[in-house]
T-cell receptor
Framework: RKEVEQDPGPFNVPEGATVAFNCTYSNSASQSFFWYRQDCRKEPKLLMSVYSSGNEDGRFTAQLNRASQYISLLIRDSKLSDSATYLCVVNSGSGSARQLTFGSGTQLTVLP | SQTIHQWPATLVQPVGSPLSLECTVEGTSNPNLYWYRQAAGRGLQLLFY??????ISSEVPQNLSASRPQDRQFILSSKKLLLSESGFYLC???????????FGNGTRLTVT
């Protein structure tokens, strides 16, 4: 089983739709979680950290379910500019890069 | 605020030629530094990370090496490039503990 698994998609949704991505992780000792966005041929950019109580940033909501070992990202009112690959990142260590694991990414295309 | 600079943005090199990619971080001290590679259509592969000057950890056996001559400078090198080393090379930094990664703009390397 991979340490971090994401549905690769692609997810093709119309503008204005709500879309959700899940990411499962295998190490129950994982301590911190993040969502990144990567545009084609660009570097990944931090979208948001994921906090235990869940957190929201505008149209984006991130949640953590430790019991089931997954994190989720919900995008409401999708915009064309949301089209990108979304990467989940799980850190099961304390500051050590060896425990920072990236998912393979979920591709989202928002259609006009 | 913290910034990360990586250069060059693109590079075309013949097989067997040397490589040197440089990355510098500004606005922070004692960052953790990382080199990742992303092959076309693939996920991120951690190559090296460093928690301090002269401290380099390698994640995968390979033809590449890394050095950290100064606190905020990270260099990726190769004496003789292989065709398989074409890809998108990303430098990143993070603070301590559970802080997220912040990536440079990346270098797109094509080995011909």
């Amino acid at each position: 089983r991979k340490e971090v698994e994401q549905d690769p998609g692609p997810f093709n949704v119309p503008e204005g739709a709500t879309v959700a991505f899940n990411c499962t992780y295998s190490n129950s000792a994982s301590q911190s979680f993040f969502w990144y966005r990567q545009d084609c041929r660009k570097e990944p950019k931090l979208l948001m950290s994921v906090y235990s109580s869940g957190n929201e940033d505008g149209r984006f909501t991130a949640q953590l379910n430790r019991a089931s070992q997954y994190i989720s990202l919900l995008i409401r009112d999708s915009k064309l500019s949301d089209s990108a690959t979304y990467l989940c990142v799980v850190n099961s260590g304390s500051g050590s890069a060896r425990q920072l694991t990236f998912g393979s990414g979920t591709q989202l295309t928002v259609l006009p | 605020s913290q910034t990360i600079h990586q250069w060059p943005a693109t590079l075309v090199q013949p097989v067997g030629s040397p490589l040197s990619l440089e990355c510098t971080v500004e606005g922070t001290s004692n960052p953790n530094l990382y080199w990742y590679r992303q092959a076309a259509g693939r996920g991120l592969q951690l190559l090296f990370y460093s928690v301090g000057i002269g401290q380099i950890s390698s994640e995968v056996p390979q033809n590449l090496s890394a050095s950290r001559p100064q606190d905020r400078q990270f260099i990726l090198s190769s004496k003789k490039l292989l065709l398989s080393e074409s890809g998108f090379y990303l430098c990143a930094w993070s603070g301590q503990n559970n802080s997220p990664l912040h990536f440079g703009n990346g270098t797109r390397l094509t080995v011909t």
